[in-house]
């Protein structure tokens, strides 16, 4: 006797949970979202004390002083060196001691992230435009959640 037998599952999704070899935080400063961008703007630097100063997050200096360099250059980012050394300096002109004031040096050490804009990469992009995405009927969990970044992308680019 001769068996034969075939499971059928609609759909099994899984998730890669291993940490990439290149793993690149995207802060989003290049193209901040609304709420980031009124935020860092709003943040006045003049009424700080001195400790406080110091410890202003480094993403904050970084988009004001990347808005301050796009008002001055046509809404460009910094392209070549040289541009991106002028960067850097127009941040440590922004210090008050910048010998103390770690999360400045911080700033200068993740300019790269300012003058860098991170696509949807191609295979993520595959699953947003999945119809499923867009359904109001959610298959599973992992639906949910790619509905909700769609929903983020699409909002906020």
Not at 17 to 30: C, G, I, M, Y
Request: aromatic share 12%; with cysteine.
């Amino acid at each position: 006797m001769i068996g034969y037998l075939r499971l059928y599952i609609k759909e099994h999704t899984c998730m890669q949970s291993k940490v990439a070899d290149k793993e690149l935080d995207d802060l989003r400063l290049a193209q901040p979202f609304a709420e980031l961008e009124k935020h860092a703007l709003d943040f006045d630097f003049e009424s700080l004390d001195s400790l406080q100063h110091g410890h202003a997050p480094y993403a904050i200096i970084l988009i004001k002083a990347l808005h301050a360099w796009k008002e001055s250059h046509d809404g460009n980012l910094p392209k070549n060196f040289k541009e991106k050394e002028e960067f850097k300096a127009t941040i440590k002109a922004m210090s008050r001691n910048f010998s103390k004031e770690a999360n400045f040096a911080e700033a200068i050490d993740n300019a790269f992230k300012a003058f860098s804009y991170e696509a949807v990469p191609t295979e993520i992009q595959v699953i947003l435009d999945d119809e499923k995405a867009s359904s109001n009927e959610f298959h599973s969990n992992f639906w949910t959640l790619v509905s909700a970044l769609k929903q983020f992308v699409d909002e906020n680019g």
